[in-house]
């Protein structure tokens, strides 16, 4: 028996009519036409060498010209470039999962679209919500460490024009910066021209940065064979804070890679996204990966790594070797990746507000879409003010850990979402109230149907397949005992995966959470270790021995890249993030849960209400696309 709800009939304000909203999931933008046209469509512009530029422009900010020296000095030593080799692998696990979603679900949103799709309405809500405080933060953040950079260029911490020169407000502790406002006024200007020239314009800031670390690996190299590589011929050896400080360097250098997901938030703009994606994704994450290592190598040579700067240490280097000069172009370099870093920044936030507002989850004036640059104008223009006024007004470097968690929640949920796609994949899809007389008027003959969670098959010929349910039903009700048979094997895969899933999720939590707490007794912390690896073993084992769902071929856009070793690499994945999630400290998360909280209020108050999902009425996927080439055959 198939089944249909009207999610309009939740119940008015009962508890579960909330619980419903919050689990209601919608289907890929761009299937049945539901990708926004005309004066909601996105320019079709962006290739391979674009998503490229984007993803190296977006990921090597100016963390490499700071983080090789911090990191080499307190944590790994002359291993640093092993502690870089070990994040990006962690990274890439983030980035096969982001490749398979976003070539299957090319639209505009990236980890917001796909929780919406594989989750529900409640967790997109939250990622999408987490990552607007990611990206205005982020883009201050750096607008705001560009100022000094560029001073020091033009001779000095007093080298910018008074009218761009940082001042403090009399009798006031704060400091405004004039100069990152109006470089974030210059980028949001940029943004809005089209995405074509904006990324034209990120490419060659990008490859001007490349270039000098390019520079810093082949001068630097010249330098070590010349005097002989005095920063690895040191008696505490390779590894002078042991393995573990090595892997505790990776977990702070993992936050160096977190800017591929700028790529998967242009996938609507992409001209090929089941081919272009993944390789875009992936050449990106290698080329940050091999440059990070290359410039580790031949800086923690140069000089010993206790002796190193950590605010300028790649400068520091060469200026002990008399190559003064050659700050000086460091310090562009410096710049220059800082400025792509803020187009990297400020790019995705747009896209972002335009999806949920698509969705009905903010006002719709975010999903605006220029017609002659086919860039949401009014939504970059908003993310520009933001972004402008908190860099000219605060230093945000203190806020600088609240950008890690919205990234890492994504990381998760976007590993979760490719567990769910590949064992329990939605087989129920929402149909716009408008189709409701197409809906009433087409009936169906009833045939064998694959089911899930909320509908059986039924092979009687004696009921309907689409059946309308009261809010009161949670689940449809099974009359014709002979019809339990052909599926029941179904019913319990899925729920068998389904549960799987869960524990998989709580396990690494617990094991994450008991792991990071050196504070615990340590029987209370072993003891929370064991159920977590227990529950998480078990989520493991329990997937490997199940097929995945015959589904996963055709959800989505089909043809694009499939994500390998499922389910170990997506729980893999989990555990880490959430490790790292954990580890951010208690004081970045009383900030973030401030933030969590408003748009719990938001949402409430507003998206659930005028959620595009609220009229809606599910059917089985079958079942939708024939109603939906029955509409547009009565259109034709």
């Not at 690996?217 to 590589?229: C, E, Q, R």
């Not at 589904?551 to 856009?557: I, P």
Request: hydrophobic content about 50%.
């Amino acid at each position: 028996m198939g089944f249909l709800v009207d999610t309009q009939k939740e119940g008015g304000g009962h508890s579960w009519g909330y619980v419903r909203s919050l689990v209601r999931r919608k289907q890929v933008d761009s299937a049945n036409g539901q990708q926004s046209q005309g004066p909601h469509q996105l320019a079709k512009a962006l290739t391979v060498p674009h998503l490229v530029a984007i993803g190296v422009g977006a990921t090597i900010g100016a963390g490499v010209y700071i983080l090789v020296g911090t990191v080499a000095r307190e944590y790994s030593g002359p291993s640093l470039a092993l502690s870089f080799l070990i994040a990006g692998i962690a990274a890439g696990l983030s980035a096969f999962c982001y490749a398979e979603l976003s070539s299957r679900c090319p639209s505009a949103g990236s980890a917001y679209h796909y929780s919406y799709i594989c989750v529900g309405e409640g967790a997109a809500w939250i990622i999408g919500w987490a990552l607007i405080l990611e990206y205005t933060i982020g883009g201050a953040a750096i607008a705001r460490g560009i100022s000094p950079n560029l001073a020091l260029i033009f001779g000095g911490e007093d080298g910018l024009p008074a009218i761009l020169a940082r001042h403090q407000i009399p009798g006031l502790d704060v400091v405004v910066d004039p100069c990152a406002a109006v470089l974030v006024f210059i980028v949001t200007g940029l943004l809005c021209m089209g995405i074509k020239e904006s990324t034209f314009a990120q490419g060659i800031v990008t490859a001007i940065n490349v270039c000098v670390l390019l520079f810093v690996i082949v001068a630097g190299s010249y330098l070590g064979f010349k005097t002989g590589w005095a920063g690895y011929e040191l008696p505490t050896g390779f590894f002078p804070f042991g393995v573990d400080g090595m892997f505790a360097g990776s977990a702070t250098v993992f936050f160096a890679f977190i800017g591929f997901d700028s790529v998967a938030s242009t996938a609507e703009e992409v001209k090929n996204p089941q081919r272009d994606l993944p390789i875009g994704i992936g050449l990106a994450l290698l080329l940050c990966c091999s440059l990070y290592m290359m410039v580790s190598i031949v800086i923690v040579g140069l000089i010993p790594y206790y002796a190193m700067d950590p605010d300028t240490p790649i400068s520091s280097a060469f200026a002990s070797h008399d190559m003064q000069w050659a700050v000086y172009l460091i310090t562009l370099g410096a710049v220059m990746a800082l400025c792509s870093g803020l187009m990297g920044a400020l790019l995705p936030q747009p896209r972002i507000l335009m999806a949920m507002a698509r969705d009905g989850l903010l006002p719709s004036i975010f999903s605006d879409v220029n017609r002659h640059t086919q860039v949401p104008v009014k939504a970059t223009v908003a993310t520009g003010l933001c972004a402008a006024t908190l860099s000219f007004f605060m230093d945000v470097s203190q806020l600088a850990g609240m950008v890690s968690v919205g990234t890492l929640l994504a990381f998760t949920m976007v590993a979760v979402s490719v567990l769910i796609l590949r064992y329990v994949p939605p087989d129920e899809l929402p149909i716009p109230s408008s189709l409701q007389e197409r809906i009433d008027s087409v009936s169906f003959v009833c045939g064998e149907t694959k089911s899930s969670g909320h509908a059986g098959t039924s092979n009687s010929s004696q009921q309907p397949l689409i059946v309308k349910s009261d809010a009161s039903v949670d689940f449809p009700v099974i009359k014709n005992q002979e019809a339990l048979g052909c599926w029941v094997s179904e019913e319990n895969r899925r729920m068998v995966a389904g549960w799987s899933i869960m524990f998989t999720c709580i396990g690494a939590f617990l094991l994450s959470y008991a792991a990071s707490s050196v504070t615990f007794p340590g029987l209370l912390r072993y003891s929370l270790c064991g159920i977590g690896g227990s529950l998480l073993l078990a989520g493991l084992i329990a997937l490997s021995s199940i097929d995945q769902d015959d589904a996963r071929h055709t959800f989505g856009h089909s043809g694009g890249y499939m994500c390998p070793f499922i389910p170990l690499l997506p729980i893999i994945c989990i555990l880490i993030n959430m490790y790292l999630l954990v580890k951010l400290g208690s004081a970045t998360w009383a900030r973030v849960s401030v933030w969590l909280l408003i748009g719990v209020i938001v949402y409430v108050l507003y998206g659930r209400k005028h959620s595009s999902l609220a009229n809606a009425v599910y059917v089985t996927t079958a079942h939708a696309e024939e109603i939906y080439r029955e509409h547009e055959g009565s259109l034709a």
